[in-house]
């Protein structure tokens, strides 16, 4: 990374790692979105709704800035401009960060963005949380030894030790507590050693003990020489004190004031207390909840003014337009912001993070693995009972039919398990997916290949039990080939099935609506797998679906490398004996030279729902804002 300034001297060394100071300026920023259907049925013809005006300010090292407004007045909307985490709308105006214009690729390499939604991995630690954070985050040539001193000291500053082991859960369901989580995200940003950090609202939904904890905190990263910028929403006196600077802004998205607080906010009071007609501040009254009573649209239609407008003429909106050209303009013998790669590790070590974390993740959550494993374990033994031997007995054609329905209920039961007890896990880790990226952690490819690897092998190991109890009970022919080959269909058939419920997931805006398409298209699939109708009695304009169906080929495979070599007579009701691989092929089109195909096939399936997965995870954000 090319440093801004060139004296190393100017870095701050407060910890363990050294950071560049940052400055954010901002000047005539305007937001846009498409104008909604809504608003347009009511008669507007505009093409776009404008949600900030004309924002200006600035941000600066070691200075903490509250963003502040009624509901409605686009703090968060200025917030997500700034940090760059819109997915959509029209930005207008100029950003620089100390002088350059911004460049969102390198912008999010020195920048940590909390939000208001405390979003973390449920089932790992608070320090392998932060932990996960700084591998990914902080530069290449970073230490390992070196990375751990720091992820303590972050620890220390934001008073993590006491929980460090404990488990992060899921909010209001288990887990860490809400003022917890909150310094959990705090920490999850600082570990990138970021120079600029956005906080949205660190306080909601706090007491008033749980949010001095959470200020403090904040305090001690201000204090670190970092940029901190918060929204905030109708604090305490306490807490608005411990600001250093104000942005405050009306409905519409106009900036009405930018600058400091002063000693008991003391010079935001005589800003507004010099507009005519505004009530003076009482004895002990919260500042805050009196500046945004003083400044609403009521108040402005009764004076008749316009604060937008009254700031827009103050001699300190133009010691503000100073301050931003000041800070517009590169300091002399510095250099942008570059990184010689689009991540801070290589994609092997992104593979190796994330495997690491959704291990973990996925060992502490028995809820899904252990009664993943222990309904195997129940459907193996009860078929294996109820078939007892079948295999070994097949002399009538009702003995055939009786090893087809174990094998499709078999595959029915497990798979269909599999692909409705992923699609939480998959819907709860995507919505950490879309924190961690817009962060710049890893690519969305090395978070597919080890989501799907951990699947394989918990699928793998799901796979050893069935096969084992069912090849033993119902007294298939032990020889390598065959064992093997039942392995390797009831293998792919698991892993396809996980894998089709983690694409439902990934291309379907919601949980909800995935398990809507998973009824349905379950449902085709049992119906055309060929044990409901062969394929032989299905009508040929409805056979093509019968190839479509995955769970098809598996029962084609199973059966068939089981029992379409055997030449064993069958007793046919009404009709003549016929050897089992004639039957097999006759009655239900299994024919035993089409195995390598089928092999192959179930590759195929694998492969294409893996692709379909990682290609949406990749591309299709439902997250908007």
Known sequence: MAVRNASHQERRTGMVLPFQPLSLAFNDVNYYVDMPAEMKSQGINEDRLQLLHDASGAFRPGILTALMGVSGAGKTTLMDVLAGRKTGGYIEGSISISGYPKNQATFARVSGYCE?????????TVYESLLFSAWLRLPSDVKAQNRKMFVEEVMELVELNQIRNALVGLPGVDGLSTEQRKRVTIAVELVANPSIIFMDEPTSGLDARAAAIVMRTVRNTVDTGRTVVCTIHQPSIDIFEAFDELLLMKRGGQVIYAGPLGH????????FESIAGVQKIKDGYNPATWMLEVSTPSIEAHLGIDFAEIYTN???YQRNQELIKELSTPPQGSSDLRFPTKYSQSFFVQCKA????QYWSYWRNPSYNAVRLF?????GIMFGLIFWNKAKNIKKQQDLFDLLGAMYAAVMFLGTSNTMGVQP??????????RERAAGMYSTLTYAISQVAIEAIYSATQTTIFSVIIYSMMGFEWTAR??????????????????????????????QIAAVCNSFFLTIWNTFCGFVIPRTQIPIWWRWYYWLAPNAWTLYGLVTSQFGDKITQVEIPGAENMGLKELLKKNFGYDYHFLPVVVVVHLGWVLLF???FAYSIKFLNFQKR
């Open 116 to 124: 208001q939604n405390d979003i973390h991995s449920p089932y790992v």
């Open 264 to 271: 008991h906010s003391q010079k935001l009071i005589e800003y």
């Open 314 to 316: 103050s001699t300190l």
């Open 354 to 357: 994330c495997f690491w974390k």
């Open 375 to 379: 309904f195997t374990i129940a459907i």
């Open 425 to 434: 896990i998959v819907d709860i880790e995507r919505t950490v997916l879309y």
């Open 482 to 511: 065959k064992f093997l080959s039942f392995y390797y269909f009831m293998l792919m058939c698991l892993i396809y099935y996980t894998l089709y419920g983690m694409m439902i997931v990934a291309v379907t805006p919601s949980f």
């Open 610 to 612: 893996l692709f379909v």
